[in-house]
Each structure stands twice: as C-alpha cells, then as structure tokens.
C-alpha cells in the first residue's frame, strides 16, 4: 500500500556521475515506486511513492548522493501518490 509520494528536485553537480542509476538503487533498497531523470537545466527529478519512513531514507540519501556527485539542494514536495507499480530511469 502507497502511502505518500514526494517530488524531489536535486541540484548541483548531478549530471555525469551515476545519480540516477544509483537512486534507482537507493529507492529499490528502501521498496519505492517512482521514476527518475535528468533535465535539461542540470538537475535531477524524482518522484518517489511508499511509506513516509522509507521516503524519507531516500530524501537524506539524495542530500549526498552518489560519491562523484555534489549535491548543493534538494528542492522537494509531498504530493498525492499516483500508485505507479516500479522504480523507473526516464
């Protein structure tokens, strides 16, 4: 059962360095449904559903990252989940 779902946009040197792969990972580790891709301004979007607890695993993990990755901001919402049935890269 989907409890929540956030909407995290991550900013700074995220480009290049293995981020959604690794949040892809991160995200399958903790049991979330969501997706993940790069846009064109140089961030990264998520948008991750399951339980607060595991949601909130993700969200410190995204404040770091992967090790070649530089992480200035992670900008997020909680919003309605949408009941999506994996953890996609888009």
Same mark, same amino acid.
């Given at each position: 059962?989907?409890?929540?779902?956030?909407?995290?946009?991550?900013?700074? =040197?995220?480009?290049?360095?293995?981020?959604r792969?690794?949040?892809?990972?991160?995200?399958? =580790?903790?049991?979330?449904t969501?997706?993940?891709?790069?846009?064109?301004?140089?961030?990264?979007?998520?948008?991750? =559903?399951?339980?607060?607890?595991?949601?909130?695993?993700?969200?410190?993990w995204?404040?770091?990252?992967?090790?070649?990755?530089?992480?200035?901001?992670?900008?997020?919402?909680?919003?309605?989940?949408?009941?999506?049935?994996?953890?996609?890269?888009?």
């Amino acid at each position: 059962m989907v409890d929540v779902a956030v909407h995290i946009i991550i900013h700074g =040197e995220v480009h290049g360095v293995s981020f959604r792969v690794s949040t892809q990972t991160k995200a399958l =580790e903790v049991s979330l449904t969501g997706w993940v891709r790069n846009l064109s301004n140089g961030t990264v979007e998520i948008h991750a =559903e399951g339980s607060r607890d595991s949601l909130n695993q993700l969200i410190k993990w995204c404040q770091t990252g992967p090790p070649s990755a530089n992480v200035s901001r992670c900008d997020l919402d909680w919003i309605t989940p949408q009941r999506m049935d994996n953890f996609r890269i888009l």
